[in-house]
């Protein structure tokens, strides 16, 4: 397809199109002239990808770069290039790999195999340690059952997860996570509601109450 | 205790603490004389209230504010004011409220009660559509199983909510909803990193691999 078909099936407009091309952030698509090109579905993939890291997660773009450089070249260890692109996400918790005495912590109690110094270990300390400096401890039951839901999330995430190739599973992974993340957060405030409408006495807030058809 | 103290134990600087009294995002201390004050254990409180929405959540001052005014001024509706109080936490989706048809039919789906046009179900709609415009629609059956596992995290959260009085619960589902979803995503993705492990062939990165102890 020419660039504008590109342009009209990603909802991507033709300048930033092309600002993509000239970033590299897209591959150029194969020549068909001086000036003209034709693109196919991996440039459309590719623009839902690049999209959904700046439009949902906001990424800067040296980020979207790292991501993309992961996918196109994602080295021999995909478990070390799925923490490299997802590392790439936000939200950042800083470059220096330093202790993370509460997330080991928590780790040793819900049994999980990790990878010391990840992204994810740090994210997981910066949010225990926000949460006991705000006088809010997560007691270990209330820790393992938390864990286990989430997990119970995970998997049924990983359940699709393509097996063809690294490219393809750590775009998976990446936009599963830029994705999914809101997704979760949505139901769980709305779980929130759900749980007050329920529980308001009759005649409360009727104005406010809606829904189960 | 004196305002020196307060910062000691709050964990915030002296002439950051002088700044939220003149924002107004502290109360003021009971005066002992011209230029001293007494602070107690409402102000460490709200202290560790505003630093969590500052630090944790990056909430800009105008929220802040708009979270405290809920919580001194909830008015006669308490879902109304929860619902104010957290439509003040990202992710911003707009303020006009509009269509969410995609957010309607999830929620029927998962057979759940919800304010019409709430920030929550805006939320919803935005994710929803942005996993739609990356060609990754969630099937009902998928959509079904996470709504019942965010659904169950909801409840353990609500099971410690305490009853006292409105700004308590203001403050709860506050505190609760910008220090729990970092912990759950970062949960999220340490248990995707342990499903890889725990499937990644025998030998496979072993370098990368830890412990369960």
Chains 1, 2 share one sequence.
Do not use: N
């Not at 033709?14 to 090109?37: D, F, I, N, W």
């Not at 700046?54 to 790292?66: D, F, Q, S, W």
């Not at 450089?69 to 918790?93: K, W």
């Not at 992974?173 to 999914?180: D, Q, R």
């Amino acid at each position: 397809m020419r660039i504008s078909q590109l342009a009209e099936r990603s909802g991507v407009p033709v300048p930033t199109v092309k600002y993509y091309l000239r970033e590299q952030l897209l591959m150029p698509g194969e020549a068909t002239g001086a000036t003209s090109a034709e693109y196919d579905e991996q440039h459309l993939r590719r623009l839902a990808l690049v999209r959904a890291l700046v439009e949902v997660g906001g990424l800067p773009l040296a980020k979207v770069r790292t991501v993309i450089e992961v996918i196109e070249g994602p080295g021999p260890s995909l478990f070390e290039a799925l923490g490299r692109a997802l590392a790439a996400l936000p939200p950042y918790v800083g470059d220096e790999p330093g202790d993370c005495p509460r997330a080991e912590r928590a780790l040793a109690v819900l049994d999980q195999a990790y990878a010391p110094q990840s992204t994810g270990v740090m994210q997981l300390e910066s949010a225990l340690s926000a949460l006991e400096r705000a006088g809010h401890t997560v007691d270990d039951d209330h820790l393992r059952e938390l864990g286990r839901q989430v997990h119970a999330i995970a998997e049924s995430e990983i359940a699709d997860m393509p097996h063809r190739g690294a490219d393809e599973a750590i775009e998976y992974a990446v936009l599963g996570t830029i994705l999914y993340e809101p997704l979760i957060l949505a139901l769980r405030r709305l779980a929130h509601q759900d749980l007050y409408l329920a529980r308001a006495p009759a005649g409360d807030e009727t104005d406010q109450r809606a829904g189960r058809a």
